[in-house]
T-cell receptor
Framework: GAVVSQHPSWVICKSGTSVKIECRSLDFQATTMFWYRQFPKQSLMLMAT?????????EQGVEKDKFLINHASLTLSTLTVTSAHPEDSSFYIC???????????FGPGTRLTVT | AQSVTQPDIHITVSEGASLELRCNYSYGATPYLFWYVQSPGQGLQLLLK??????LVQGIKGFEAEFKRSQSSFNLRKPSVHWSDAAEYFC????????????FGKGTKLSVKP
């Protein structure tokens, strides 16, 4: 149980375009979803936290206009990287929780490459 | 500021040998501590967690970890490593908040020699 999927698993886009990444909880209803960014040989950095039906809470230093997060249902959250630049290339990971503190279940991640 | 340090970037052990992965944290209050494992193509999987009580915590896949407050450490151990344990291991500390936010270390990559 507690499976989280991400789509796509990898994506290549051109600089200036936007790309959407989906995060789905497959067998539970996620009241909270988290989005992380992971650089090579670095730790996961929390970008934002979203609750279903509410605006996302962004961590300091994360551009909310660039990384648009929508948590429209209890099983789906999306991260849209707008006007992507090569420096946005990274591994993006989502996690989902049904409310238990620290009970996060992680997706397999999405590798974004911006050319 | 809260932080998690995993001093070892890469560790190689022989199959059947014992393993210890180090984790030190910096946090002002009583920490909630976690170990996750990340295999290629897989999401992070929770191995074990410490909230309170017995400082020796048992987890899945034969792993255990010991919380030592005096050393601000939460080292992960396994008595006999299997080839399938090769992966990236992350230590994390819970920093509170209503959502239960986590701060992760940079990870330790474990390689297993046959």
């Amino acid at each position: 149980g507690a499976v989280v999927s991400q789509h796509p698993s990898w994506v290549i886009c051109k600089s200036g375009t936007s790309v959407k990444i989906e995060c789905r909880s497959l067998d539970f209803q996620a009241t909270t979803m988290f989005w992380y960014r992971q650089f090579p040989k670095q730790s996961l950095m929390l970008m934002a936290t979203s609750n279903e039906g509410s605006k996302a809470t962004y961590e300091q230093g994360v551009e909310k206009d660039k990384f648009l997060i929508n948590h429209a249902s209890l099983t789906l959250s999306t991260l849209t990287v707008t006007s992507a630049h090569p420096e946005d290339s990274s591994f993006y990971i989502c996690s989902a929780s049904w409310g238990g503190a620290y009970e996060q279940y992680f997706g397999p991640g999405t590798r974004l490459t911006v050319t | 500021a809260q932080s998690v340090t995993q001093p070892d970037i890469h560790i190689t052990v022989s199959e059947g040998a014992s393993l210890e992965l180090r984790c030190n944290y910096s946090y002002g209050a009583t920490p909630y501590l976690f170990w996750y494992v990340q295999s290629p193509g897989q999401g992070l999987q929770l191995l074990l967690k410490y909230f309170s009580g017995d400082t020796l915590v048992q987890g899945i896949k034969g792993f255990e970890a010991e919380f030592k407050r005096s050393q601000s450490s939460f080292n992960l151990r396994k008595p006999s490593v299997h080839w399938s344990d090769a992966a990236e291991y992350f230590c994390a500390v819970g920093i509170g908040g209503s959502q239960g936010n986590l701060i992760f270390g940079k990870g330790t990559k474990l390689s297993v020699k046959p």
